[in-house]
C-alpha cells in the first residue's frame, strides 16, 4: 500500500512539518556535496550501536559524540528515494498531528521519538557497527499518532496487484495498520538485517509505538480542551 493523500484537512498552516522537509532536503543536497567523505560524515552523526552500547568502555568517548547522533541522524538519509519516501509520509500525515499538538509541542514530539525510535534499534543491534540514519523512526511516531487520532479517516491508496494498479480511499487504521504489521514481521524475520545494512525496521516499530503513546501523554498534560460555558 502507497499512500497519496489524505481526505483530512488541517486547520492550521503546518509551519513545522514544511520546515523539517525543507531542513531534510538542504542537509541531503550537503551530502552530496561531500563525496568521498560522505561516508566519515555519516559515521559521525549517524547512531551506531556500539558506540553508544560501549560508551562506558571506549575512554576517547564524549558524552556529544556518543548521543548527539540520536539527534542528528533522523535528518540524515542515504539516497534520493529514501529522502522522497519519508518526506511525502511526512507530508502526508504531518500537518494534522501538528494542528492537534501545537507548532512547538509537536516538534518537540518529533524530535523526541526521533531519539526513542534509533535507542529502540541500538537495543536490538546492540553490536553493529553499522551507522543508522534517517527520519522513518520519527516520522513513524506522527504515523502512529494519526493511526490512533484519525483512525477513520480516509487516504488515498495505490495498490500494485501483480502487473494492475489499483487507486483506492481506506481508513487510516487499515492503511497504517497495515504498515506497522510489514515494519513488525520484517523486523522479526530479519534480525540479521543491521549487521548487514538495510532497514531499521526496529526503528520503526519503536518509533510508531512511542508516537501513540508520548502523543496521548502530551495531549493529557499540555493541551488545553474548550471549555463548555453554562449561561
Same mark, same amino acid.
Given at each position: =500500500? ?22 531534510? #532536503? ?36 564524549? %558524552? ?22 519519508? =518526506?511525502?509520509?511526512?507530508? *502526508? ?17 518529533? *524530535? %523526541? ?8 534499534? #541500538? ?19 506522527? %504515523?502512529?499518532?494519526? =493511526? ?12 500494485? *496487484? ?7 480511499? %481506506? ?61
Amino acid at each position: =500500500m502507497i499512500p497519496i493523500r489524505d481526505r483530512n484537512s488541517s486547520g492550521t498552516f503546518p509551519y513545522v512539518t514544511i520546515g523539517i522537509i525543507i531542513i531534510n #532536503v538542504f542537509i541531503f543536497l550537503y551530502e552530496l556535496s561531500l563525496g568521498s567523505d560522505l561516508t566519515i560524515f555519516v559515521y559521525q552523526y549517524g547512531v551506531v550501536p556500539v558506540k553508544a552500547t560501549h560508551y562506558f568502555q571506549a575512554p576517547d568517548s564524549t %558524552l556529544i559524540d556518543t548521543f548527539f547522533p540520536f539527534l542528528s541522524s533522523t535528518f540524515l538519509h542515504a539516497g534520493f528515494i529514501h529522502l522522497i519516501g519519508n =518526506m511525502w509520509f511526512l507530508w *502526508i500525515f504531518g500537518d494534522n498531528i501538528e494542528d492537534r499538538l501545537g507548532h512547538i509541542k509537536y516538534l518537540c514530539f518529533y *524530535i %523526541l521519538c526521533g531519539a526513542i525510535a534509533s535507542s529502540v534499534h #541500538v537495543f536490538f543491534n546492540s553490536e553493529s557497527q553499522i551507522p543508522c540514519i534517517g527520519a522513518s523512526g520519527a516520522i513513524a511516531a506522527v %504515523l502512529g499518532a494519526y =493511526m490512533v487520532t484519525f483512525p477513520r479517516a480516509r487516504v488515498t491508496t495505490i495498490i500494485p *496487484i501483480f502487473i494492475f494498479i489499483q487507486i483506492i480511499e %481506506l481508513p487510516a487504521v487499515i492503511v497504517l495498520g497495515f504498515w506497522i504489521l510489514i515494519q513488525f514481521f520484517s523486523g522479526t524475520a530479519s534480525s540479521t538485517a543491521s549487521a548487514s545494512g538495510g532497514v531499521a525496521w526496529w526503528a520503526h516499530v519503536g518509533g510508531f509505538v512511542s508516537g501513540i503513546i508520548l502523543f496521548y501523554i502530551i495531549r493529557i498534560l499540555f493541551v488545553r480542551k474548550p471549555v463548555r460555558r453554562r449561561y
